[in-house]
């Protein structure tokens, strides 16, 4: 593991459990035919049994990769680095992938963006999941498939015994996403990471599928890591919320804390870009640019070519992730804004 100077500066919350997963300074590099690419730079994050964390940003923040990293996904070319990287004690960064392959399947489990694409097309829904229970534990075909079909039965999904015997093609886009939550909880996992779970459900389904979620959680205890880049969701879900801008933790905030209270230029435009979150008839403030090539970051604060505050510091000194108020940290050199804002001439 690579040990760096640490650059975060938050002060333990006490008042919180001891967490399961601790992820300090992690980097992720692909090698490229153009180069390195970093699509990680030195990400802080920690998450407790029970609770529910949300990673937000927009597309090419590091999200996804974040995720692939905790499963052990990440292909070949990627080069993790990490100050941290344990689950429940135990060290991630040197097990081997017959380790990993069981946590994954057992005590850490993954709802993946597309259904049609993370089922199998030409296979029977239950014997998909039979497969998924039957690869960790040594027990007849007949009583995986009962098992099975109580965890299609759990999720809403009517009629699980006939819908278990259906193709994917043949089930709702809302149904399939069903499947798949059934197949990640079949172990009750201890761990469970939830990467744009409803990008692609109209907006009633979406809600079910949220509360289903969040239910399924708080039954078992199950930490979530709920990976978006819808605010509303977030607004809906987390306990806490990380926000992600080109590969950086750039404000991290207990989820009320951080609607009320945004300590970073981004999350401000993120949250600006809610149509709820504005007055009547007011119209949407959009972040202006785009996200900067990896290959061509600018220096400094990634953000400042975009940020209407941007100052001189900004655009040469990388800010710190520092606390701000008790669970709130901020990496902005303005920070806390408001007061900074309110004191410029």
Not at 67 to 95: N, W
Not at 156 to 181: D, K, N, V, Y
Not at 197 to 217: E, G, H, K, N, S
Not at 319 to 340: D, F, K, N, V, W
């Amino acid at each position: 593991m690579k040990h760096s100077p640490r650059e975060t500066m938050i002060a333990p919350q006490t008042a919180r459990p001891e967490p399961l997963l601790v992820v300090r300074g992690l980097s992720v590099t692909f090698a490229t035919d153009q180069g390195p690419l970093k699509a990680l730079d030195a990400v802080d994050l920690t998450l407790a049994p029970g609770e529910t964390l949300a990673v937000v940003g927009e597309s090419g923040s590091g999200k996804s990769v974040l995720s692939l990293a905790l499963m052990g996904l990440l292909p070949p070319t990627a080069k993790i680095e990490a100050d941290a990287l344990t689950f429940d004690g135990r060290d991630l960064t040197g097990l081997r992938e017959p380790d990993f392959r069981t946590l994954r399947g057992t005590a850490m489990s993954m709802i993946f963006q597309e259904p049609a694409t993370a089922l199998n097309p030409v296979r029977r829904i239950g014997d998909q999941i039979v497969e998924a229970i039957r690869l960790h534990e040594d027990i007849p075909a007949p009583k995986a498939r009962a098992r099975a079909i109580e965890a299609l039965a759990a999720t809403g999904i009517p009629a699980p015994a006939e819908r278990a015997g259906a193709f994917p093609h043949q089930l709702s886009g809302g149904m399939r996403q069903r499947a798949l939550i059934a197949m990640a909880l079949v172990h009750r996992p201890r761990l469970l990471i939830a990467d744009e779970p409803t990008t692609a459900l109209d907006v009633t389904v979406q809600a079910q599928i949220l509360d289903l979620i969040r239910d399924l959680a708080r039954e078992t205890g199950t930490a979530t890591l709920f990976i978006t880049h819808d605010m509303g969701v977030v607004a809906e879900m987390a306990d806490r919320v990380s926000v992600f801008y080109a590969g950086r933790l750039v404000e991290t905030a207990p989820a009320p804390a951080l609607f009320s209270s945004p300590e970073h230029p981004y999350t401000v435009g993120l949250l600006g870009s809610m149509p709820q979150m504005n007055a009547r008839g007011a119209p949407m403030l959009p972040i202006r640019g785009t996200v900067p090539d990896p290959r061509l970051m600018p220096p400094g604060c990634h953000f400042h070519p975009r940020c209407p505050f941007a100052a001189g510091a900004c655009r040469t000194d990388r800010p710190a992730l520092r606390e701000i108020r008790p669970g709130q940290a901020s990496a902005c050199h303005l920070a806390p804004l408001i007061e900074t804002l309110e004191a410029r001439p």
